[in-house]
């Protein structure tokens, strides 16, 4: 499980493809020290497991499956990753409960602001219509948001600065890929 309050803004740089899965390789700011081989960690949302790490490095397997699911499959290399560890009984919950199992993938429509906050509106797609409501939460890439606005075929969120710069967000334009994952 996971709290949607990411921990660093990670950068892709492998993507290797073996057969019916990739090596993905993430260079981080996270300390090494506390991460091991085994541990889950959500990229943009989705729960991977650590295959291993050393010197800033973080490598993961991953099934196709979730390539094709998510929107790793088309990170450029050099792109930008939310990254999040698994909570640990105790910690202290900031967002909400993620399970880091993407439903779906959608395109961002606008990107816009509002005062010093940032409106993103994202296409809803009807596999999540029944699970989305106004003022419920929702994670997308990873990230713990809340629900401002329900249209039919759209929602629309807004971000406060703080979150804005600590997250992959600001690399978005309309039409970009995003995980989501309703609560």
């Known amino acids: 499980m996971f709290t949607g309050l990411i921990e660093d803004v990670g950068e892709l740089v492998a993507r290797m493809p073996l057969g019916n899965a990739a090596k993905l390789t993430v260079r981080t700011m996270l300390p090494a020290s506390e991460i091991e081989t085994g541990d889950s960690i959500a990229v943009n949302g989705a729960c991977l497991t650590v295959e291993s790490v050393a010197d800033g490095v973080v490598r993961f397997h991953t099934l196709n499956e979730t390539l094709n699911r998510t929107n790793l499959g088309g990170v450029l290399i050099g792109g930008k990753v939310n990254l ?4 640990c009984l105790g910690d202290r ?3 909400h409960l993620v399970s880091g199992h993407i439903d779906t993938t959608a ?3 606008k990107v816009g602001k509002a005062g010093e906050d940032i409106v993103l509106s994202v296409a809803l797609p009807e596999s999540l219509r029944l699970l ?3 003022k419920g939460s929702i994670a997308i890439n990873g990230v ?9 075929t759209s929602f629309s969120v807004r971000i406060i600065p703080h979150t804005w ?3 992959n967000l600001p690399a978005l334009r309309s039409g970009s ?5 309703a609560d």
């Open 144 to 152: 713990s948001l809340t629900i401002a606005e329900l249209a039919e």
């Open 107 to 109: 395109a961002v429509q």
């Open 177 to 181: 890929p995003v995980n989501l994952e």
């Open 93 to 95: 919950l900031g967002g």
């Open 165 to 167: 710069g600590a997250t």
């Open 84 to 87: 999040e560890r698994a909570l």
């Open 132 to 134: 989305v409501i106004p």
